[in-house]
């Protein structure tokens, strides 16, 4: 059973950064070879996409993401990040990473990004 753990979430201030981590297991489980993404959701709206990345590495960005978050991944470390930049209370969310296997997706249970004016 393939398992995505975040990590990284926090409380900060508009400007601040974040970066927040997705751990695949079992082993050998690997962002390399998967198409992936990060996604988000508030309370009362659809989950979004915030930035993808294909198994060459090529990253896709919403535009509000672009110039200002960073998706990348570890393929040692079966590991995807997603850099925050200069937050604004408006990226508060909860944070979800994603990977397509075989035709399954499969998601992580979150992580909260709370960003104070």
């Known amino acids: 059973q393939v398992q995505l753990v975040e990590s990284g979430g926090d409380s900060v201030q508009a400007g601040g950064s974040l970066r927040l981590s997705c751990a695949a297991s079992?082993?050998?489980?690997?962002?390399?070879?998967?198409?992936s993404g990060w996604y988000r959701q508030v309370p009362g709206k659809q989950r979004e996409l915030v930035a993808s990345?294909?198994?060459?590495?090529?990253?896709q960005y919403a535009n509000f993401a672009k110039g200002r978050f960073t998706i990348s991944k570890d393929g040692a470390k079966d590991t995807m990040y997603l850099q925050l930049n200069s937050l604004k209370p408006e990226d508060t969310a909860v944070y979800y990473c994603?990977?397509?296997?075989?035709?399954?997706?499969?998601w992580g249970q979150g992580t909260q990004v709370t960003v104070s004016s």
């Open positions: 990345i294909t198994t060459g590495g090529d990253p």
């Open positions: 079992p082993v050998g489980i690997r962002f390399t070879t998967n198409m």
């Open positions: 994603n990977m397509i296997l075989l035709g399954t997706v499969y």
